[in-house]
């Protein structure tokens, strides 16, 4: 059998072999796209490569949907060639990241649970196109994703017409892993029926329409390496800080041994976190998280951890040459769907979920921003941490105490834009410990993030700062025209600290 028979096993579709050329003059100025992706993992890379550079000679505007970040420098060769009107729902590159702090490219940051729902409802496009990267088609019409599963089965459902990257770089050994279900339209659905991480509901592959593939595009090109940093001594620390917390809660009876199901969000900070529950006595662990990073393959080497399920696998680039050198030892443990399952609401409710995110700041109170740089400058977007810190039965949000060399505190007087709200966040977690702030008023609150999470350098300045709020008085003590002080004088002279020179 030749490859071509091999991995397109629906006769109808073996004709359709295109060029990535070819594929892509079919794209129009002005249309809506989605494309597979979901933190740089099973991102269709032929195409939109062909796509930048024919963008890179002609006038072409199009609005781009995905998953979550593309990889093989996708986002930053779009915003090169200047091709991008609309963005979303998540991003990580710092071109594409520029273009969108300058106004060029206007960016819809947003819940990646919901963006499924904007394009069944017809919010989000019309889509002209799906551009699906896949490990190939069954003889059912199955379109079976690589390594991820993110928004391409409701882009492949609802685009009009769909072009399929074959990338036989992608490990073979992944058919199987995937659980695709559709939940059908708001108001109609029943209950999703998963009620542990390892159900599987749906099928192993994205059902099409077999006549709107306009054409098979082949590609050999394996997922960019995921950038992350491996774990530090703070972050060895800050794991620790939430070892403690989890043992408290084991002692007060509210979680065993094995926990609960674990969620643990994108970047260098929450892998190695979760990399510390290696050394712990947490046994028979369970991750039901929308991305798998390095850490979580350390944790079912060990054994530690017995099942995952999530969205996407991003891994660095030594994690994997290994991981998917030897892929088949993982399928039986492994299980990916598209990213409205992996952080629905209602799954994440019912299971009682651990939630780790990262944060760039949060306030006195407890308000977390994830997304904007001196609340104004994006710097990659909400993602999923929205859809799991306010559904979880425990949010957690971790930071280093400080950023930029110490001229930046991460801990503020308020918070310069707010994803999550003082509501939504149970514990917060730096270097220099953790404060668990369920079921504390604003003041009790501040009075525990002051005393746990602050840097010692600017723990008398947040002391100051509210004490002079409870002097003018109010639920949750303000100074108004201070409150964003911190943040003008970081601008103004290059640190937040008071009287450094
Ligand atoms: N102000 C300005 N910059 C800050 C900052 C602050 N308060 N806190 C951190 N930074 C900078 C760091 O200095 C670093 O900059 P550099 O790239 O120039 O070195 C950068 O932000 C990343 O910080 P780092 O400490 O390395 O953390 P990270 O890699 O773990 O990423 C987030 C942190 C918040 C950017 C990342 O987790 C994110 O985008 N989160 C939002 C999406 C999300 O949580 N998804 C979860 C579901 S998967």
């Not at 192993?204 to 950038?227: F, L, R, Y």
Request: overall charge negative; charged content about 20%; proline content about 4%.
């Amino acid at each position: 059998m030749d490859q071509r028979h091999d991995r397109i096993k629906l006769t109808a579709l073996q004709e359709q072999v295109a060029t990535a050329e070819q594929a892509a003059s079919w794209i129009k100025d002005g249309m809506a796209i989605g494309f597979s992706g979901f933190t740089q993992a099973g991102d269709a890379k032929a195409v939109p490569n062909a796509l930048a550079k024919r963008g890179e000679k002609e006038s072409l505007k199009i609005d781009v949907y995905t998953g979550a970040s593309l990889g093989s420098g996708t986002d930053g060769r779009f915003a090169q060639a200047g091709i991008v009107q609309k963005r979303a729902p998540y991003q990580s590159d710092s071109l594409m990241r520029a273009a969108i702090n300058s106004g060029e490219v206007q960016f819809v940051d947003h819940h990646l649970s919901q963006t499924a729902e904007w394009v069944r409802g017809g919010v989000a496009g019309p889509l002209d196109f799906a551009i699906i990267e896949a490990l190939g088609i069954t003889e059912e019409g199955l379109l079976i994703p690589t390594t991820s599963v993110g928004n391409s089965a409701v882009f492949a459902l609802h685009a009009k017409e769909l072009i399929i990257e074959i990338n036989t770089a992608q490990p073979a050994e992944m058919e199987g892993i995937h659980d695709c279900f559709e939940p059908g339209a708001l108001g109609k659905r029943q209950p999703i029926p998963l009620v542990s991480p390892r159900d599987r509901i749906g099928t192993k592959g994205i059902p099409i329409d077999v006549s709107k593939v306009k054409g098979i595009v082949w590609t050999h090109q394996a997922d960019s390496p995921s950038p992350i940093e491996p774990p530090d001594k703070e972050t060895e620390v800050m794991a620790g800080h939430l070892l403690n917390f989890l043992r408290g809660e084991v002692e007060a009876g509210r979680l065993d041994q094995n926990l609960a199901p674990l969620q643990s969000g994108v970047g260098s900070v929450a892998n190695a976190v979760l990399h510390g529950l290696l050394y712990s006595e947490f046994e028979g662990l369970e991750l039901y998280s929308e991305v798998l990073q390095d850490a979580v393959f350390d944790l079912l080497d060990s054994g530690k951890a017995l099942f995952a399920s999530a969205s996407a696998i991003t891994l660095s680039k030594p994690y994997m040459e290994r991981i998917y050198q030897d892929f088949g030892r993982y399928r039986d443990r492994l299980v990916l769907r598209p990213q409205e399952i992996s952080n629905h609401p209602e799954i994440i409710r019912r299971l009682g979920l651990i939630s780790i995110n990262t944060a760039l700041e949060f306030d006195l109170y407890g308000n977390v921003n994830s997304t904007h740089v001196a609340g104004t400058r994006m710097m990659n977007g909400i993602g999923g941490s929205g859809d799991f810190g306010r559904n979880a039965q425990l949010a957690i949000f971790v930071t280093k105490s400080t950023a930029k060399d110490g001229r930046i505190s991460c801990v503020v007087p308020f918070a310069s834009h707010i994803d999550h709200t003082e509501h939504d966040v149970d514990v917060l977690v730096t270097e220099y410990g953790f404060a668990d702030i369920r079921n504390l008023a604003p003041r009790e609150r501040a009075e525990r993030i002051i005393a746990n999470c602050v840097h010692p350098d600017y723990r008398a300045q947040l002391q100051g700062y509210f004490d002079r709020a409870i002097a003018q008085g109010g639920h949750t003590p303000h100074v108004l025209d201070e409150a964003l002080s911190w943040h003008a004088r970081y601008t103004r002279t290059g640190t937040m600290l008071k009287n450094s020179t």
